[in-house]
């Protein structure tokens, strides 16, 4: 009898836990998971979303696509920015890292100073989000930018 009572219990917190995870497993399957296989099911088809046809044509899509001269040099552009980038991002944001970590004249003000784009950002989407219809949404020096000003 105790150990129905346990099982019982454990099921109970079980559902508990699954009951709170159900929406954000609901809407990673709805808006990450779904369109990831849909749009790997389609680089398969030959798509014309005007008349809502689909022909399978199989590996053509990709051989087009690294036939394409263009392709080839814009890929290995981002292989070049990516392999430089990414490093030396890293050594200048953990460099600044430790230059304002320690206790120093003026390192407030540097702290102020890197922190500042953050929100300049959030300004800038709240203008952007007030702009006028007829104009858009297109804000320069803000939003379109990578909200780090002009």
């Given amino acids: 009898m105790q150990r129905a009572n346990e099982r019982r219990n454990q099921l109970r917190k079980d559902a508990l836990g699954w009951s709170f995870l159900l ?12 369109p ?4 790997i099911i389609n680089s398969f088809q030959k798509v014309n979303l005007g008349k809502q046809t689909y022909q399978f044509i199989g ?16 890929l290995g552009n981002t292989f070049k920015f990516a392999l430089f980038v990414i490093p030396l991002s890293m050594v200048i944001g953990f ?32 203008v952007d989000l007030s702009a006028d219809t007829d104009r858009g949404l297109y804000q320069p020096g803000c939003q379109n930018d990578g909200g780090y000003g002009a």
């Fill in 59 to 74: 590996l053509k899509n990709y051989t087009d696509v690294f036939n394409d001269k263009v392709f080839i040099t814009v």
């Fill in 36 to 39: 990831i296989v849909k749009a």
């Fill in 95 to 126: 460099f600044l890292a430790m230059l304002v970590k320690r206790e120093a004249r003026g390192v407030g003000f540097a702290r102020a100073l890197l922190s500042q784009h953050r929100a300049h950002h959030r300004l800038c989407h709240g």
């Fill in 23 to 34: 929406p954000s497993l609901l809407f990673l399957g709805c808006f990450t998971i779904y």
